[in-house]
């Protein structure tokens, strides 16, 4: 892929470029949605992503070229024109980043070249955006000697994708991709990004996408309706128990307190939130003792919660969740932000071919397109290659 991407680079600017990086997608193994509300949540980064070639120039012009959208040509803007544009499309994740270390400070002096190229399936809920944003951030951090660290790069890089891309997420995405390390996941508290790396051994056990092929866009979904509603609630329970978050809550705690939400829908968001974050905890426990099976049963609990309680799945989803169980998977769950993306499956690794087989055959045959199966392991977060 190294060779790929120069050679991208060569033939867009007729030059050889000085540096490539990666920047991998996620998957969180569980966690939905609670990290914008102070929780817990257990990502790691995987072997697709986003590749990038790149080189320094003299001047304040930065041009950017994705071979992934060869249509949109090259995009360029200058370092003194930062302010979000639409018809700077996705180079406007560029400029984000741009704009936000100059916001902090940081001295960016020149513009450089880069072509871009990624092998994730867009809307996957791999969490793309992420990816580029934290790639963009560590490319002029290295060539401008910022020595930004992992930490500082997922806040900078979630403040770009809330405040000028405009999206509510929280920190996770960012996070992992900035400190993910082989063979670990991160267990990480995001209230006061205090983290853990867990091993996750993959030996007897799989780890098994499979995409719905229904692409969404956080922006042009209920993602943010999501967090409000989330936040509408937090302060109606902070006139009754002081807390920082919904996660501060227990499960036991929310029971208890659940007669204050009036509001039905509220309540199934807080709900979800609150047990939800239970599941973290115990998924880390699990995983440490390589109990595949026990974490099976908490990821199918944190799908039912996903769709009955914080809505954000869909009619594709639920049925591959249903159908990858009938096959053999003995957990399943959504993953990404909702309303689209994959699913994530643990599945026997003296039973993955057939697996694979099976729900291929099944997947044709119900959606009438080719399915996207992919079996993942932890890797690195971004780096030069």
Not at 21 to 37: A, E, K, L, M
Not at 193 to 207: E, M, R, S
Not at 237 to 250: G, R, Y
Request: with cysteine.
């Amino acid at each position: 892929m190294k060779n790929k991407i120069i050679s991208i680079f060569r033939n867009t600017y007729n030059y050889e470029p000085e540096k490539t990086y990666f920047s991998p997608g996620r998957v969180n193994i569980i966690g939905g949605h609670t990290d914008y509300n102070g929780g817990a949540v257990l990502p790691f980064c995987i072997n697709l992503g986003l590749y990038a070639a790149v080189s320094k120039r003299d001047d304040s012009i930065v041009n950017v070229y994705s071979d992934n959208i060869p249509s949109k040509g090259i995009i360029n803007f200058s370092l003194d024109n930062l302010s979000y544009n639409p018809k700077r499309d996705f180079a406007n994740y560029v400029s984000g980043v741009l704009l936000e270390l100059s916001i902090r400070k940081f001295s960016v002096n020149h513009g450089f070249d880069i072509v871009l190229y990624g092998n994730l399936p867009r809307g996957g809920g791999l969490s793309s955006s992420a990816a580029l944003l934290v790639l963009i951030t560590k490319i002029v951090s290295d060539y401008n000697k910022l020595d930004i660290d992992g930490v500082r790069m997922a806040m900078i890089t979630k403040a770009v994708e809330n405040l000028y891309i405009g999206v509510s997420c929280g920190i996770m995405d960012q996070f992992v991709i900035a400190n993910g390390k082989s063979q670990k996941a991160i267990y990480l508290n995001t209230k006061d990004l205090d983290y853990q790396y867990v091993l996750v051994k993959t030996d007897d056990y799989k780890l098994v996408l499979i995409n719905s092929n229904t692409t969404r866009k956080l922006t042009e979904s209920n993602y943010n309706t999501r967090q409000k509603e989330t936040q509408d609630a937090l302060k109606i329970l902070q006139k009754v128990i002081k807390i920082n978050h919904l996660c501060d809550l227990t499960p036991e705690k929310f029971e208890h307190l659940k007669i204050f939400l009036l509001d039905e829908t509220l309540q199934k968001r807080v709900k979800h939130v609150v047990y939800e974050n239970d599941r973290v905890k115990q998924a880390k426990l699990v995983l440490e003792k390589n109990d595949f099976i026990a974490l099976g049963k908490l990821l199918n609990e944190a799908h039912v919660s996903a769709r009955d309680l914080y809505e954000i799945s869909t009619d594709r989803l639920d049925r591959l969740v249903k159908l990858a169980k009938e096959l053999g998977s003995i957990g399943s769950k959504m993953i990404g932000g909702g309303f689209g993306g994959s699913t994530l499956n643990i599945v026997k690794a003296n039973e993955l071919d057939i697996f694979i087989s099976n729900i291929s055959s099944k997947f044709r045959e119900l959606f009438k397109s080719e399915p996207i199966i992919t079996v993942v392991e932890p890797g690195d977060g971004v780096k030069l290659i």
